[in-house]
């Protein structure tokens, strides 16, 4: 069951899905029960994973936020690589390459949690982990450079 929190026209909402069966939706909004048919059959997108060879603008933390801690790895010479940037802002929960490592087009680096959803992470090309930008635990903005591979 998924719970989710909406705000529409400052009322809020809670919904929790029950059961997705084709075009029908069992779920709940706060409390009651609803049975919602959709036009066509919703199916689990694959997180985009975005590829960019240029180096994404950083944006400095506002004041009282907490800044990534300095002992995080550092991006080893990956002017030359593919660059694996976060799609949405989350938070890292497993890395599962390493510096050195070979990989291949849709392999799973890393997996990111973002609203309460898990992301797989894949590799968008094959080649070797040439930096890993990030660790378990991790938080990440959008467009931060997570991996790059050479």
Not at 71 to 82: I, L, S
């Amino acid at each position: 069951m998924k719970e989710y929190k909406f705000k529409i026209n400052g009322s809020e909402y809670k919904v929790n899905i029950n059961e997705v069966e084709g075009q029908e939706i069992k779920l709940d909004v706060n409390g009651t029960a609803y049975t919602v048919t959709v036009d066509k059959e919703m199916r689990a997108q694959k997180p985009r994973t975005i590829v960019q060879t240029n180096n994404a603008p950083r944006v400095a933390a506002a004041a009282g936020e907490v800044q990534r801690s300095s002992a995080a790895p550092k991006p080893a010479a990956a002017a030359g690589g593919n660059k694996l940037n976060s799609p949405p802002p989350g938070t890292i929960l497993d890395v599962f390459v390493n510096v050195g490592d070979q990989v291949k087009a849709g392999q799973r680096v890393l997996l990111l949690e973002a609203m309460k959803m898990e992301n797989n992470i894949e590799a968008d090309v094959d080649g070797t982990v040439t930096a890993v930008n990030v660790r378990k635990g991790d938080a990440v903005l959008e467009g931060d450079c997570l991996i790059v591979i050479g």
